[in-house]
Structure formats: structure tokens, C-alpha cells
T-cell receptor, first 117, second 111 residues
Framework: GAGVSQSPRYKVAKRGQDVALRCDPI?????LFWYQQALGQGPEFLTYFQNEAQLDKSGLPSDRFFAERPEGSVSTLKIQRTQQEDSAVYLC???????????????FGAGSRLTVL | SQQGEEDPQALSIQEGENATMNCSYKTSINNLQWYRQNSGRGLVHLIL?????REKHSGRLRVTLDTSKKSSSLLITASRAADTASYFC???????????FGKGTTLSVSS
């Protein structure tokens, strides 16, 4: 597609529910990133994929967070047993990842705003 | 990759004035990027400067990089209300590596 698409844009969950957030990156982009952004803060890195391989998941805050990109395109971030501190905007970004010099320029989606009650 | 630290945290100016924000980082880099985030939106890439470049321009944006001081600055000339946003720097390394963002500089331009 023309840009990075994220869905849903808004999600309200009750504490303890599981949620799944979807990211459609730009076609042909090898690298895909997930960030978590709390109100008034900068985006915090969660995890990174190169094609279907999850190369870095050091930023995932707990084992309740799980991300996958099984076919190297669409990615899903799953949060199990949500807690109030999970309330944030979850940003997805993609990049060419390899080849040209500007390959690590990120294109971001608009984000999914999660509110846990 | 490493996190950049933006300064100041907040900046308020009038339309038509110039806005300067700074970024410091700790270890050597291949390039450095600046991004803008309007309220409620994702980040948008503004400009990338390579480690062997000292200055780069894009429209009303001017970015400088001083690798000896491990710092960069972003200058927005003749600011407009539409420039109101948060600005983040991202000292980068290899292609495909994660960019780490700081808290950013929140710029408010009033008309």
C-alpha cells in the first residue's frame, strides 16, 4: 500500500482481556518495528522484524506481549491479560531495511490507541 | 542504535520566528535523522544527515551535525502555526536497525 496501515485505530479493553493490534507495512519493506508511546513521552522500542524473523524483542515489557510476522508482511502485536499500564499508543513503522543508504528511514502508521479500563 | 537527547524539552515562539532544537548523543554514528510528530499522529521523517555531512537543507529546515561534539541541531526558519509538533532526533547506525527515540522537543508556534 501507499503507507503503513494500523488497525484498530482505537481499542478499549477491560483489564484482563487479550488484544491484538495489526500492522500492514509498505509493500516491499523488509524491516518492521513496533513502538509503545505513553502520553507525553517519546516512542519506546518494543520489537523489530526483518522479513519474518524477529531479530530483537528486547523492548517487550513482559511475557504478556507477543509479536509475530509469519509471512514477512503483516504483523500482529498481541497483549495478553491487559493491565492499566498497557494503555498507550502502539506505533508500527516499516523501512526498506537493506540496500540503499536511506534504508533505515522509518515510515510510521498513525498508531493504535489502547485504553485499558 | 542509541537514544538521542533533545533540548529544550519545550519551545514556544511566534509565527515568523526561527526555532532551533538540539540533539546530543553518546557514541559514533553513521547518520542521524529528525522526525516530527503532530498530535495524535505517527512520526514523519523530516531529514537524514550522514556522518560525513556537516549541514543539510530541506525547504525551511536546516540540520547541522557536529560529530566531534556528538550533537546535531534542527533549525526551522520562518515558523508557521502548522509547525506546532514534537520533534525527535534518532542517531542511527546500520540499515534495518531499530531507531531509539528520546522524549523530543515540543514546539508550539502561536499566530
Amino acid at each position: 500500500g501507499a503507507g503503513v496501515s494500523q488497525s484498530p485505530r482505537y481499542k478499549v479493553a477491560k483489564r484482563g482481556q487479550d488484544v491484538a493490534l495489526r500492522c500492514d507495512p509498505i509493500s516491499g519493506h523488509v524491516s518492521l518495528f513496533w513502538y509503545q508511546q505513553a502520553l507525553g513521552q517519546g516512542p519506546e522500542f518494543l520489537t523489530y522484524f526483518q522479513n519474518e524473523a524477529q531479530l530483537d524483542k528486547s523492548g517487550l515489557p513482559s511475557d504478556r506481549f507477543f509479536a509475530e510476522r509469519p509471512e514477512g508482511s503483516v504483523s500482529t502485536l498481541k497483549i495478553q491479560r491487559t493491565q492499566q499500564e498497557d494503555s498507550a499508543v502502539y506505533l508500527c513503522a516499516s523501512s526498506l531495511g537493506t540496500g540503499s543508504f536511506g534504508a533505515n528511514v522509518l515510515t510510521f502508521g498513525a498508531g493504535s490507541r489502547l485504553t485499558v479500563l | 542504535s542509541q537514544q538521542g537527547e533533545e533540548d529544550p524539552q519545550a519551545l514556544s515562539i511566534q509565527e515568523g520566528e526561527n526555532a532551533t532544537m538540539n540533539c546530543s548523543y553518546k557514541t559514533s554514528i553513521n547518520n542521524l535523522q529528525w522526525y516530527r510528530q503532530n498530535s495524535g499522529r505517527g512520526l514523519v521523517h523530516l531529514i537524514l544527515i550522514r556522518s560525513n555531512e556537516r549541514e543539510k537543507h530541506s525547504g525551511r529546515l536546516r540540520v547541522t551535525l557536529d560529530t566531534s561534539k556528538k550533537s546535531s541541531s534542527l533549525l526551522i526558519t520562518a515558523s508557521r502555526a502548522a509547525d506546532t509538533a514534537s520533534y525527535f532526533c534518532a542517531p542511527g547506525g546500520q540499515a534495518g536497525t531499530a531507531l531509539i527515540f528520546g522524549k523530543g522537543t515540543t514546539l508550539s508556534v502561536s499566530s
